[in-house]
């Protein structure tokens, strides 16, 4: 495990991670990150930068995990694409460009120019866009430009973010006080120049260098797409219970009509010679009849022959 870190600490101080601000830039209270301060600049201590790292990641796979939202935030030059590079791979809101006021307590706002954006596409889709003057058709495009550059990446998130993850509290500091508002947890690259006491999960690393932000995004990443399989498979796993749990009874079903089926047969089968026996027990009386008929016709014959031969010898 040891062994681990060591690597881990290796790589962050390949990618630069411990590199501060200037000494008289400091913030005080992030006196136990510091490792040593060199030529006038703070060393950031690499072996309490990789635990908090950890830290956050199992703290937002589990995020990830219940299907909540986690919101990127990174506005400056070095750290705009990797931010929103990373965001898109694992499917999370982010805001790089500038930070519309009221994003997070003025949710309400925020959601009718997203839904404003949504309206012109339809109006695009269903030819009515085209009905409109060549005026009015230039400014709705310039209006659907600024709402897609700045809220864009927004246009799926439909409720307020479970967490905030901020690359430079200080920069972004409207974005912390308004998710401090609404007891929102921050997670955070903190600098030797920031105050951490108003973060929630602390990372402390230097926020300039493109490589260093690279380093941190690529973990946090990484943790949030570990919540997403953890979730996938619960859902695959769920899936299957529900299903075997529906089998048995199907099954019970067929075993009940299964005998039901067989008496079914028997009786028909029993039925069968019942009704082939009925018919030669009705012709055998009938035979029988024509038998007995044939002599009593034969008999009045005889007499009239007998009376014939009386009345000839009385002659």
């Known amino acids: 495990m040891a062994k681990d870190n060591n690597t881990e600490v290796k790589e962050l101080l390949n990618a630069g991670v411990h590199f501060g601000h200037l000494t008289r830039k400091w913030n005080p209270n992030m006196a136990p990150y510091i ?23 199992e703290a937002l796979k589990k995020i990830a995990a219940s299907g909540r939202k986690i919101l990127f935030v990174a506005t400056k030059k070095q ?51 085209m009905t409109l003057s060549k005026k009015e058709r230039l400014q709705v495009d310039r209006l659907r430009a ?25 920069r972004e500091h409207i974005a912390v006080a308004e998710a401090i508002k609404l007891n929102i947890p921050i997670f955070a690259m903190v600098d030797t120049n920031c105050d951490p006491r108003v973060i929630d999960y ?30 996938k498979a619960g859902k695959e796993s769920a899936e299957k219970a529900k299903a075997e749990k529906q089998a048995p009874v199907e099954t019970k079903e067929t075993e009940e009509a299964a005998p039901v089926k067989e008496a079914a047969a028997v009786t028909e089968e029993t039925a069968a010679p019942k009704k082939e026996a009925a018919p030669k027990k009705a012709a055998a009386p009938k035979k029988a009849a024509t038998k007995k008929a044939a002599p009593k016709k034969a008999a009045p014959a005889k007499k009239a022959v007998k009376e014939e031969e009386a009345t000839k010898e009385e002659e």
């Open 79 to 129: 750290a705009k694409d990797i931010v929103a590079e990373k965001a898109k791979s694992v499917n999370m809101p982010y805001i790089t460009e500038r930070w519309p006021g009221g994003m997070l307590t003025n949710f309400v706002t925020i959601r009718k120019a997203v839904k404003k954006m949504a309206t012109i596409d339809r109006m695009k889709q269903d030819g009515t866009f």
């Open 202 to 231: 602390v990372i402390p690393s230097n926020d300039d260098a493109s490589k260093s932000i690279d380093k941190i995004m690529t973990a946090v990443a990484d943790a949030v797409k570990e919540g997403l399989s953890e979730r």
């Open 146 to 170: 600024k709402l897609e550059k700045n809220l864009g990446s927004i246009g799926e998130m439909s409720r307020l973010p479970a967490a905030l993850f901020v690359v430079d509290t200080t």
């Open 35 to 57: 490792y040593m301060e060199r030529n006038g600049i703070h060393i950031i201590n690499l072996y309490k930068t990789a635990a908090k790292i950890q830290e956050a990641g």
